[in-house]
């Protein structure tokens, strides 16, 4: 079975630090993966998708980039983080062939940047 | 920019009573699901209705699309304290691998028991 690792759960920075998020699918290949980002009661922000190694789409102009050095690893960085960058952050990744399928998603990130 | 738009932004119903929700959308889409979120944690996928699909069910689920009117609803039947969560319309854009997720705002579900 398909599983979905997105570490870490919880995550306090301070402004002007680097950031590293991870996430890492395992039982299926090729996966297309995907950065969302959530503010508080609100609904989901498509940051970067990527359908293949090296492949990165982003969504919005923003201070964060993403990576994909391994099929099923997909990477959220920033160089220097923003108090706006504070958030609940989601991977999921899926299998968008013909009329779609479903997306699984980890757990989450939340993110306070101080 | 969110594709879909959920009313009510909030809902609270007693144990029993029957929950729906509505997804607006403004798009040509390949297909609309639904999503659950519980408070801090991720996503669960509950159903898909695929765009030459009017109505489908599952347990007790019943979501029905109308693509003329660019809107959907989620029933939930008998509902349980533990269908309190977050609900999500998403639609499916794009028909190759290339293609996303857009989500709307959610609505708040309380079940009280």
């Known amino acids: 079975s398909q599983t979905i690792h997105q570490w870490p759960a919880t995550l306090v920075q301070p402004v002007g630090s680097p950031l590293s998020l991870e996430c890492t699918v395992e039982g299926t290949s090729n996966p297309n993966l995907y950065w969302y980002r959530q503010a508080a009661g609100r609904g989901l922000q498509l940051l970067f998708y990527s359908v293949g190694i090296g492949q990165i789409s982003s969504e919005v102009p923003q201070n964060l980039s993403a990576s994909r050095p391994q099929d099923r690893q997909f990477i959220l960085s920033s160089k220097k983080l923003l108090l706006s960058d504070s958030g609940f952050y989601l991977c999921a990744w899926g299998h968008y062939r013909g009329p779609g399928t479903e997306a699984f998603f980890g757990q989450g990130t939340r993110l306070t940047v101080v | 920019s969110q594709q879909g738009e959920e009313d009510p932004q909030a809902l609270s119903i007693q144990e029993g009573e029957n929950a729906t929700m509505n997804c607006s959308y403004k798009t040509s889409i390949n297909n609309l699901q639904w999503y659950r979120q519980n408070s801090g944690r991720g996503l669960v996928h509950l159903i898909l209705i695929r765009s030459n699909e009017r109505e489908k069910h599952s347990g007790r689920l019943r979501v029905t699309l109308d693509t003329s009117k660019k809107s959907s609803s989620l029933l939930i039947t008998a509902s349980r304290a533990a269908d309190t969560a977050s609900y999500f319309c998403?639609?499916?854009?794009?028909?190759?691998?290339?293609?996303?997720?857009?989500f709307g705002e959610g609505t708040q579900l309380t079940v009280n028991p």
């Open positions: 998403a639609t499916g854009v794009g028909g190759t691998s290339g293609s996303r997720l857009t």
